[in-house]
């Protein structure tokens, strides 16, 4: 039997942020009372006829050219027929025909290497209610009728799960630099249907596809693929390739595989056609070329900034991207004139630590910027010791007062005299250790400095201790 590979294509559902939905009026925010963002046009009544929401509009079209797609001259929707109960009046206002963006693509990074994602299309679309599911019914919400959606189809380019997963968190990063979606999978913000196929490494033909349908994770993206290259990949070695067939698939998280649902239809069998009650738009360079303005710095191009230019590690300015908000505090502080390294170690030890602990975000945070410069800038001056500034910063939230208020000069000790006291007494106590010093044991100097700090309780100026420390041992 030939070598097999993998080939994996995602069809990405991300919901989108805007005061109202795509072709109605009503709230476009999370809410957890059901049916409560509703208004007639969600549930289909008779009658009733869509509106478009432009801020929808401009940031798919941001979305196209942050993926770098061909954007078409003119914009238009078609009507995608059938029948569920999430979608009442039979069809879902989509694009099929010509979507928003074509022909894109975007490099992400897979551990040691790069790799190009190409992009089939993105279309924006409108979400289905959703079912919650019982053992003695299922009940429906419509606040995520309506709800704007951008639908990222890419091609069969994919050759793992860690490539599918890598990817996913890339666009979930764009979208959220972006602000084009707050992209929260505990919301259901982004869900994905995970296409795989499995063919000979050697053939140009593409093997069955199987589709896996809403999958609401990345961990279950992960699970899911891996249990189908599996499944599939078995099929193959003992010869049963008839029963691959081209299905729809659900990842089923309490064993961990895949179970059929339907055979897999086709794009003919939805009978698509153009959308009468909305009207084509046309794309003027001119409303591109705008849009384009507002495109932020994205992910990748800060890590580059981080590593380059701020001399930040790979792995750390990895860490910092992959929170926007890090990220954007970060930058503050570089901007209030904290050293970029400095501003990294803080973040990532001391900040990040208490948000995890209290389960806050970093928004919310007291501690600003301009807050942490005045204990780091009392740091720099030797005014106070790194142990003192992690005790004021920790005071400095707790009572939510700003750091200055805390630090003042008899904070620290730095009167020369009762220092080299200390320093004399503690070396008398220790004529052991001074000869193992002496005898080229030079780590001991750094026990020496804990010695004094212990017995002033961190107040001794660190500075004046150490100059002290090594007059009077290496004199």
Known sequence: ????????????????????????????????????????????????????????????????????????????????NYYYPDLPKGYQITQMHNPIGINGKVIIDCGDYEKEVFIHDIHLEEDSASLDHYSDATLIDYNRSGVPLLELVTEPCLN?????????????????????????????????????????????????????????????????????????????????????????????????????????????????????????????????ESIEKDIPMLPRERKLKYTKEYGLSMHDANIIIKNKDYADYFEECINVGINPKISSNWLMTNIVSYLRSNDINIKEFYLKPMYLKQIIDKIDDNTISSKQAKEIFNESIEKNVEPKSLISNNNQLSDKKVIEEIIINILNNNIKQIEEYKNGKTNLFDFFVGQVMKETRGRANPVITKEILKDKLDG
């Not at 559902?13 to 709230?27: G, I």
């Not at 009372?33 to 432009?54: E, Q």
């Not at 196929?197 to 140009?204: K, L, T, Y």
């Not at 599939?232 to 649902?261: A, C, P």
């Open 160 to 288: 793992s799960a860690d490539e599918a997963v890598a990817f996913l968190e890339e666009m979930r990063r764009i979208y959220q630099y972006c602000d084009v979606s707050e992209a929260d999978t505990k919301k259901g913000q982004i869900r994905c249907d995970v296409n795989v196929s499995i063919m000979d490494e050697e053939s140009n033909v593409l093997g069955t596809k199987v589709e896996i349908k809403n999958v609401n994770s990345f961990a279950n993206v992960k699970e899911t693929i891996n249990y189908e290259i599996k499944r599939q990949t078995e099929l193959k070695k003992i010869g049963r390739y008839n029963e691959v067939e081209q299905e729809t698939r659900r990842f089923d998280e309490e064993t961990g595989t895949t179970i059929r649902m339907r055979g897999k239809v086709d794009a003919i069998d939805y009978k698509y056609f153009v959308e009468p009650n909305l009207p084509k738009y046309k794309i003027t360079p001119e409303y591109i």
């Open 1 to 80: 039997m030939n070598k097999q590979k993998a080939v994996i294509g995602l069809e990405m559902h991300c919901e989108m942020t805007s005061n109202s939905k795509v072709f109605s009026n009503a709230r476009n925010s999370y809410n957890e009372i059901a049916n409560d963002n509703v208004v007639a046009i969600d549930m289909g009544f008779p009658g009733t006829l869509p509106t478009l929401n432009k801020e929808c509009v401009r940031k798919a079209i941001l979305m196209s050219r942050v993926l770098n797609c061909e954007i078409p001259e003119y914009f238009y929707f078609d009507r995608k």
